[in-house]
C-alpha cells in the first residue's frame, strides 16, 4: 500500500478488548452493535418472537415463541425455539430450544435443548440438558 502511495497515520486508541476472552469478545460485540446498530436480514421467519434491540441476525433464520436480545448476534440458517437469549453470539446452523442464555458463546452446527446456562460451546457439537 505504501509504494502505491497509501498514507497513513496514528492514532490514539480509547479501548483495547483482549477478544481471546470470552468477556471482552462479547463486550466487543456488544459496543459495535451499539455503535453501528443491528443488521437482521430480511430472509427469515419470525413467529411470536420479540426482538430487543440492538440484533444483528444473518439469512434464513427461523425464530419462534423466543426473546431475544439485546446485544445478541445470529449466524445464518439458525432455529431457535421456546428460549431467551441476551448478551450472546450464537453461530450459523446452530439449533437452539427451550433455552435461557445470557453471556454465552455458541459455534457453529450446535444443537442446545434445555435449562438457563452461560456456555461457552464451540462448533459441530450437541448438548441436551434436558432429563435422560
Not at 5 to 11: K, N, T
Not at 29 to 47: M, P, R, V, W
Amino acid at each position: 500500500m505504501i509504494s502505491k502511495g497509501a498514507r497513513f497515520q496514528s492514532f490514539k486508541v480509547q479501548n483495547w478488548f483482549n477478544c481471546g476472552k470470552k468477556e471482552t469478545l462479547l463486550q466487543s460485540n456488544a459496543t459495535l452493535l451499539k455503535k453501528f446498530g443491528g443488521i437482521i436480514s430480511k430472509e427469515h421467519h419470525f413467529e411470536n418472537t420479540i426482538i430487543i434491540p440492538p440484533v444483528s441476525m444473518a439469512p434464513g433464520c427461523d425464530i419462534k415463541n423466543s426473546i431475544i436480545g439485546p446485544n445478541v448476534t445470529i449466524g445464518e440458517k439458525t432455529n431457535i425455539s421456546y428460549s431467551v437469549i441476551k448478551d450472546s453470539i450464537i453461530g450459523s446452523f446452530a439449533d437452539l430450544s427451550d433455552i435461557v442464555l445470557a453471556k454465552s458463546l455458541i459455534g457453529s452446527d450446535t444443537e442446545i435443548k434445555g435449562e438457563s446456562r452461560s456456555l461457552n460451546i464451540g462448533d459441530n457439537t450437541e448438548i441436551d440438558l434436558g432429563e435422560s
